[in-house]
């Protein structure tokens, strides 16, 4: 199953440097759209988020059946989230986001949402992190400015 990356989870990753584990988490399933390349590109020129590899995200590009849904989600959302959710709800494939909005209409159109507490998650249950490292990221994430609901991974434990 694809899975699409939107800005805010790439960027939460970026932040601490630490794509290679979005990546090892994701492995070859996961892909972005180029609206969101181009948000993370703009988040590097304007230096909000280092300069980082992402080109081992595949890029799948808004398809003209996916048009209207796209159009119609952009008057909610970024073009990243509208990008990424017109793919996924045509593609059957999940969406990761941390975005509220895009949360709540991923989950009207029956799309599968996830996002970076969930990745890292993951990354515990999987044994890549320890419990202690996830959350020494995700406070370094929430230090970077990301909204965290929770301050420990052990509560999705």
């Known amino acids: ?37 181009a948000e993370f590109r703009a988040g590097v020129e304007l230096g909000r988020l280092p300069t980082l590899e992402i080109e081992w995200l595949s890029t799948l590009h808004v398809e003209a059946e996916e048009e209207a849904v796209y159009r119609r989600l952009l008057r909610h959302l970024n073009a990243g989230e509208a990008a990424c959710l017109a793919v996924a709800s045509r593609r059957s494939a999940r969406v990761l986001t941390d975005d509220r909005d895009a949360r709540k ?6 799309v599968g949402v ?3 507490l969930g990745v890292l998650a993951q990354l515990t249950r999987g044994n890549q992190l320890t419990l202690d490292e996830a959350d020494d990221l995700l406070t370094r994430m929430i230090q970077g400015g990301y909204r965290s609901p929770i301050d420990s991974i052990k509560a999705l434990l």
């Open 114 to 116: 996830s996002g970076t």
């Open 105 to 110: 209409l991923a989950r009207q159109a029956g």
């Open 1 to 37: 199953m694809i899975l699409l990356v939107d800005n805010t989870v790439l960027s939460n990753f970026a932040l601490v440097e630490r794509l290679d584990l979005l990546q090892l988490a994701l492995g070859e399933s996961a892909a972005t759209t180029p609206q969101v390349m």
